[in-house]
């Protein structure tokens, strides 16, 4: 059974960090694409960021320079480093992964207050 449970969500005041984690079980974690949505309120998701299984990365363009994705596949890990958060940050973060197909996890709110 494939799992996907994203931790590390809170509360934070701007200019703060978090780091998001998504441990993954149930898939060949290591060939897959791993990447990080959110869905702030009223909105709809949106892709943040995105790991190949080559380690090969890409960003929003409101997250450049402030976010990093990252993956540890010995442990079936996907990280979202989070820095100079702001305000429209706050969102509902979840975690994908592409293989055999689309996999969510159930997603970490994230809090960023002004």
């Known amino acids: 059974q494939v799992s996907l449970v994203e931790s590390g969500g809170g509360l934070v005041q701007a200019g703060g960090s978090l780091r998001l984690s998504c441990a993954a079980s149930g898939i060949n974690f290591s060939i897959n694409l791993m990447a990080w949505y959110r869905q702030g309120p009223g909105k709809q998701r949106e892709l943040v960021a995105v790991?190949?299984?080559?380690?090969?990365?890409n960003y929003a363009d409101s997250v450049k320079g402030r976010f990093t994705i990252s993956r540890d596949n010995a442990k079936n890990t996907v990280y979202l480093q989070m820095n100079s958060l702001k305000p429209e940050d706050t969102a509902v973060y979840y975690c994908y992964a592409n293989l055999p197909r689309n996999y969510w996890g159930q997603g970490t709110q994230v809090t960023v207050s002004s």
């Open positions: 790991i190949t299984s080559s380690g090969i990365t």
